[in-house]
């Protein structure tokens, strides 16, 4: 009879615990016999990826341990044979000893076509393998709203418990309203029964951003073993748009780079852009509508240091809200302004 206590497994480094199995890590010795399923099935269905199945010897020794790759089929499983010469450890099973296996930490039942005994060396069993489970979660902590730059990662996690009675497995998804990139945890993370688990999911906000804007992400946290099974919310991406210098103009000393608010603003169609310069520099000013595409560029090759005023003509461009950004050597910035016809 297999002593019932708390089992601590190490699966993908995580620590999980699965309820009514015997305590012990899997020792790999040089002895095995492989076993594989085929037709292995959880709460009726082909057993999901990413679930667990554990081997144990009539003296519960833990001897075996897979996770699955392929939907409804586990193995070749190594189930490793009790050392001889170790005397003072039981690392698994012996010739004709009667193996009990476990599905996402419920007790499995084995049906064939092979028996579930380990048969030495160099041989293969075929034992699929059936377990049921309720399967629930609830949310512990759900993510905030975020300030971010453009070009910035931003990281949002979720946590949720495992309210069900067998081992479960978590992982994210989201979509946001803008259609950005999101990122995901590649695995699962595993919660046994009581447990709680956090997952993740990244927003990548574009480069190329020249306004703010608040970009909304609803989000999914589904259990690997029932997909129809899920947490789901939604967050808000405030973007923000740094200046090199500060709206207030006040004081410029001789020497500093600084871009002027155009004038007149609104204008139509032409308006006057004024800047100063530390140094000697190479200078263009580049225009950028509210999607943040280029929709004009201008080369003013070299200038000296001082004051200067150079006038922008929106003759060719729609009414509309746009940027205009100054680059000066190694010095940028960039403002707003409005075109009205």
């Not at 005023?309 to 809200?321: P, R, Y």
Request: charged fraction near 20%; hydrophobic fraction near 40%.
């Amino acid at each position: 009879m297999i002593r019932i206590i708390k089992l601590t497994l190490a699966i993908g480094g995580l620590s999980l615990l699965a309820m009514g199995t015997a305590y012990g890590e899997v020792i790999p010795t040089m002895e095995w016999t492989n076993f594989r399923g085929s037709a292995t099935t959880y709460n009726g269905n082909p057993v999901p990826v990413g679930s667990v199945i554990d081997a144990y010897d009539p003296d519960g020794a833990h001897c075996g341990t897979w996770t699955v790759k392929t939907e409804g089929i586990y193995g070749f499983m190594p189930v490793y044979a009790d050392d001889p010469y170790s005397v003072d450890v039981d690392e698994g099973a012996g010739l004709g000893d009667q193996l009990t296996f476990y599905l996402n930490g419920r007790l499995a039942l084995t049906e064939g076509p092979d028996d579930p005994v380990w048969t030495g060396m160099g041989t293969t069993a075929e034992v699929n393998l059936s377990a049921t489970a309720d399967v629930s979660m609830e949310a512990t902590a759900m993510p905030g709203d975020q300030d971010a730059l453009p070009g910035d990662t931003v990281r949002y996690y979720v946590t949720v418990r495992n309210t069900g009675n067998g081992l479960d497995f978590y992982r994210a998804t989201a979509v946001t309203a803008h259609g950005w990139i999101i990122k995901t945890s590649a695995d699962f993370v595993y919660a046994a029964p009581g447990e709680t688990a956090t997952v993740y999911f990244d927003v990548l906000v574009p480069v190329a951003l020249f306004y703010e804007v608040d970009d909304e992400a609803d989000f999914r946290v589904f259990s690997g073993i029932d997909n129809s099974v899920y947490i789901e919310g939604n967050v808000t991406t405030h973007i923000r748009i740094p200046t090199d210098v500060s709206d207030d103009e006040g004081d410029i000393l001789p020497g500093d780079f600084k871009l002027y608010q155009n004038y007149p603003n609104p204008f139509n169609p032409s308006t006057n852009v004024a800047f100063e310069l530390s140094v000697r520099s190479d200078v263009t000013l580049e225009i950028f509508n509210i999607l943040g595409s280029r929709v004009d560029y201008l080369d003013l090759g070299t200038m000296a240091p001082g004051h200067h005023v150079i006038e922008f003509d929106g003759s060719s461009l729609a009414s509309g809200i746009y940027f205009y950004k100054l680059n000066a050597g190694s010095n940028t910035a960039m403002k707003k302004m409005a075109l009205v016809k």
